[in-house]
């Protein structure tokens, strides 16, 4: 227990100063190029705080419920079906053409076909996050399900396991880390889509909030919008960090 506390704290010790690193270089950028665009740190979270409590705050909310339910459908759409495709091959033969024709499209491309189609809401950016992400979360998980040893699969058919069996006792335990792995890496891929995606058509979101203040030339209140979109981003990755010791304690 000890020894836990201990890793702990190192870890946000670790943290704290890898924060107040960066934010000497923003400051030292900041004194050193003695430009309007650029305000420093205290200026900065001066306008988050106090933007957070109102327009900044809706704006935090409408993008973090739109990335968030991106992520969930997203994960609850690509694993079966990734699962699906890397044990059945007959399946993965006819479906993985289109995969490779798709997946190296950029999926921004597609914005003005969902605002046309979806309207000017929440639908199409969450369309295109899930576009997006859904493709990274099924080729890892099509992957992970692909290789999984074969001597692992014939022991447990051997006890009795039927099909239901192998893809809930061994491949889904075989898939679960490489699942939380791509969708960390997606949910970097998630913010940046969710910023374009927002600054077209849209008056909602820290996309809008971000290109609004830059257009009035609120220097601090756009710097108070990146703090915003640099947060939301955190806070996922540690939501996805615990859900990934959570789900796999062997690593």
């Not at 969450?126 to 493709?135: E, K, M, P, R």
């Not at 692992?152 to 051997?158: A, G, T």
Request: net charge positive; charged share 15%; proline share 5%.
């Amino acid at each position: 227990m000890t020894r836990h506390i201990g890793i702990i704290n190192n870890k946000i010790t670790k943290t704290l100063l890898s924060v107040l690193a960066l934010l000497l270089f923003w400051q030292a950028l900041s004194a050193l190029l003695q430009l309007p665009a650029l305000p420093g740190p205290v200026p900065s979270f001066k306008a988050f705080f106090l933007e957070m409590t109102g327009s900044l705050g809706f704006h935090f909310y409408v993008s973090a419920y739109r990335v968030l339910i991106s992520l969930a459908i997203s994960l609850v759409l690509a694993v079966p079906l990734g699962m699906v495709l890397g044990r059945e091959e007959k399946i993965d033969q006819f479906v993985a053409p289109m995969i490779y024709l798709l997946y190296p499209i950029p999926k921004v491309v597609f914005l003005p076909v969902l605002l046309a189609l979806l309207g000017l809401k929440d639908l199409p950016k969450v369309a295109l996050i899930t576009l997006v992400v859904f493709f990274q979360i099924l080729v890892t998980t099509r992957d992970a399900a692909k290789n999984i040893n074969r001597d692992l699969i014939n022991s447990v058919v051997s006890l009795g396991a039927g099909r239901r069996d192998i893809y809930r006792h061994v491949v889904w335990p075989a898939a679960v880390p490489e699942v939380l792995t791509s969708l960390r890496i997606a949910s970097g891929t998630a913010i940046a889509v969710l910023f374009i995606s927002e600054t077209v058509a849209s008056q909602e979101g820290l996309g809008y909030y971000l290109l609004d203040a830059w257009s009035r030339m609120s220097y601090e209140n756009m710097f108070a919008g990146i703090i915003a979109m640099g947060i939301l981003g955190f806070v996922i990755y540690i939501i996805l960090d615990i859900m990934e010791k959570r789900a796999c304690p062997w690593k």
